[in-house]
């Protein structure tokens, strides 16, 4: 894969991995450690964020679509929400000097679109490129879990599995594979961090990762 295209902005870090495999828990110690340090940050997720970027969450996690939405329709809604919010969000926030924290940006879509779904994923890369422009992550971290544990964490939660996260184990294993691949192409952009690991661990490992880029 290549993406030569695709620039990155200082001051923008995502967090990655399949579901269950607690970027939640991670971005709320993550942003109250930054904060604490005295910068000022704008936490967002993906899909969402704004009013219209919301709008296409709504559908895209909407199970009542599941085996009806196309994989391509799928690729341009992620695409869409995530060019509103740049324009809304991202771009202003990094223009005024905030750090940026993002759970899930492009790299998501690599990995489930292109990986899961089995999309062409130079497609999903020039995609990604339209339209995030100069606005990729500097770093982003991929919290890395086996499949089998993030279901089982998952299941543990309670949570009422939207149209994504009702997919058949396969389709992580795939996202997950995704993820890896990337991060082996990509290590000035991805980090990997074991997922299974205390969340104390897991948390100093993100941290000095990010600090050692804004130093």
Known sequence: MRHNKLQTAKNFFSLEGVDGSGKTTQMDLLQKAIESKGYSCLRIREPGGSEISEKIRALLLDPSFKGSMSDKTELLLYNAARAQLIKECIQPALDSGKIVLADRFAWSTLAYQGFGRNLDTQMVLDLSAITCGKIFPELTIVLDI??????????????????????????????????????GDFPNEVSIVAADQSKEKVHLEILNLILARLG
Not at 146 to 154: I, L
Not at 166 to 183: D, P, Q
């Open 146 to 183: 086996d499949v089998v544990k993030s279901r089982e964490r998952m299941a543990m939660e309670g949570k009422v599995p939207d149209r994504l996260e009702s997919e058949k184990v396969e389709f992580f294993e795939r996202v997950r594979r995704g993820y890896l691949e990337i991060a």
